[in-house]
């Protein structure tokens, strides 16, 4: 069974960083894609990065790009989200989630993924 648990969430004042951590199991990365989400107060789901584990393609929303950039580890089978120049609007959980399909030009659209993380919670202080 794939398994996804997110970690390094917390509280950071604004212009700091964090970085986010999905460890994957029950499966090898391979070239399914590998995904960052956040929903804040009030908002539907939001698309922040995707990566292609096996080739490294990436692939960033307009809204995050130059602030955040994702990577991952394929030995460790973790896939990272490193959030630079928080801002108090960066306030949501955030999921990690995965695919079945195999990369494409679908994996910026919610539906592409089958496996979800529980969430991280991140909190942006003024």
């Known amino acids: 069974q794939v398994q996804l648990v997110e970690s390094g969430g917390g509280l950071v004042q604004a212009g700091g960083s964090l970085r986010l951590s999905c460890t994957v199991s029950?499966?090898?990365?391979?070239?399914?894609?590998m995904a960052w989400f956040r929903q804040g107060p009030g908002k539907e789901r939001e698309f922040l990065a995707a990566?292609?584990?096996?080739?490294?393609?990436?692939d960033h929303a307009d809204s995050v790009k130059g602030r955040f950039t994702i990577s991952r580890d394929n030995a460790k089978n973790i896939v990272y989200l490193q959030m630079n120049s928080l801002k108090p609007e960066d306030t949501a959980v955030y999921y990690c989630a995965t695919e079945t399909a195999g990369w494409g030009p679908q994996v910026s659209d919610e539906s592409t993924y089958t496996y979800w993380g529980q969430g991280t919670h991140v909190t942006v202080s003024p």
């Open positions: 029950g499966r090898t990365f391979g070239s399914y894609a």
């Open positions: 990566i292609n584990p096996n080739s490294g393609n990436t």
